[in-house]
């Protein structure tokens, strides 16, 4: 079977100046943004479990990296969750002060993350105030540090569905380049830098999204004084489209139809709604499923995407109205689709439906064999 790689989602969150600096040179740190704003931050930290920094960010800046707001601490421990996220840092040097305020502030879990054989000696300086991984356990890293798929199968294994990467450059660039941000919150405060030995918000690399790949605004919001944008990145449709192929898995066998996942995700990599082949009746299909669980005048439907792991069908025999069609009805605006529906059943014209009708279909063959290998009965 295809190793699928089970991780959080990756939330990477920013502020720069208009010049592009997360920071300047000066000892005291650098207040980029305002109240309002860290306001929302605090709001986004208290949706994850779990916030991850680079060691420099913790040597310089000593955050607390907890929620502030006591309503939402209580809302967290009401939804039978710890009232902070853990907070986790990668380090290589192991250079880290056991009085920072990461490992003395706030009731939380705390996870290094020790490349480099620098765990041993970690481990015996933090004691208790850390749970000290070895990331030479984890797999065969790259030389220079952890390997951030296995921080991040490492931290789903630990129950971390959503993880917020606070930076700095270092980690920003480090997750951007292996393509594994899900969704970038940027900020923009109203002034320049303009110290070119200041650390800008990435350093140089491969990025997944070049000019020729943009990533999706999905959101522009004005803060206080600075600009918030939102953007939604490759790595998120991947992400749900294999949790959808995921869910396929457990469609109940049969040589007469499809095994196919669904999953409806608003523009905020929330997941709404949720289906499989037959999960509910014995001729349901996965699309349908999951719309069923929405309310129809549900007001995320019309930024929300529809991720299935088959081309959605434009006819079919044992319902009158085609998922294709389902998924226009809802206002659903946009899918994402790893298989074309071969012709075994039925011709499917789903894809050319769904852009008459002006929905935005991306196909992902990519992912194609991995939702064709669950189905591979049928071709035998
Ligand atoms: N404006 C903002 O939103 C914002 C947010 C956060 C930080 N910042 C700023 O960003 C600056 C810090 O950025 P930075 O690039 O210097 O440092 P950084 O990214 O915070 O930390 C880099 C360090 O993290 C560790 N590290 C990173 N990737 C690793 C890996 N794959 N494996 C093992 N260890 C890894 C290493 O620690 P060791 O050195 O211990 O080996 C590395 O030196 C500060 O000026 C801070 O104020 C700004
Ligand atoms: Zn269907």
Same mark, same amino acid.
């Given at each position: 079977m295809t190793e699928v790689l089970e991780r959080p989602y990756v939330v990477a969150s920013a502020a720069q100046s208009l010049d592009g600096y997360l920071d300047d040179c000066a000892d005291a740190r650098l207040v980029l943004s305002g109240e309002t704003d860290l306001d929302r931050v605090d709001d986004v930290r208290a949706g994850c479990d779990a916030i991850l920094v680079g060691a420099h960010t913790l040597r310089r800046d000593d955050p607390r990296l907890l929620v502030r707001s006591a309503e939402r601490r209580q809302a967290r421990v009401a939804a039978g969750r710890p009232p902070n996220p853990a907070k986790v840092v990668l380090t290589r040097s192991g250079d880290l002060d056991p009085g920072a305020a990461f490992f003395t502030a706030g009731p939380a879990d705390r996870l290094v993350y020790a490349a480099g054989g620098s765990a041993p000696e970690l481990r015996a300086r933090l004691g208790s105030a850390a749970t000290v991984? %070895?990331? %030479? %356990?984890? /797999? %065969? /890293?790259p030389p220079d540090g952890v390997d951030l798929s296995a921080v991040l199968a490492d931290l789903h294994r630990r129950g971390v569905r959503r993880l917020l990467v606070e930076g700095g450059r270092r980690v920003l660039t480090a997750f951007l380049t292996a393509g594994l941000v899900d969704e970038l919150h940027l900020v923009v405060a109203p002034f320049f830098v303009g110290d070119p030995d200041a650390p800008r918000l990435v350093g140089p690399g491969e990025f997944p999204h070049g000019p020729g790949n943009r990533m999706r605004l999905a959101e522009v919001r004005r803060v206080g004084d600075v600009v918030l944008a939102r953007y939604l990145l490759a790595a998120a449709d991947d992400f749900w489209l294999r949790r959808a192929i995921e869910l396929s898995r457990a469609c109940p066998p049969t040589g007469s139809a499809y095994a196919v996942g669904a999953v409806v995700v608003d523009d905020t990599g929330h997941e709404l709604a949720s289906g499989y082949s037959r999960e509910t009746g014995p001729r349901e299909h996965a699309e349908e499923v999951a719309l069923s669980r929405i309310d129809p005048a549900d007001p995320r439907l019309a930024s929300a995407t529809m991720y299935s792991s088959l081309e959605p069908c434009s006819a079919r025999a044992s319902h009158p109205v085609p998922c294709a069609d389902l998924i226009i009805r809802a206002g659903i605006r946009r899918v994402v689709l790893a298989w074309r529906e071969p012709a075994l059943f039925v011709d499917c014209h789903g894809v050319e439906r769904l852009r008459d009708a002006d929905v935005e279909v991306v196909e992902r063959p990519e992912l194609a064999p991995l939702a064709r290998e669950v189905n591979a009965h049928l071709f035998d």
């Open positions: 991984v %070895d990331a %030479d %356990d984890l /797999g %065969d /890293g």
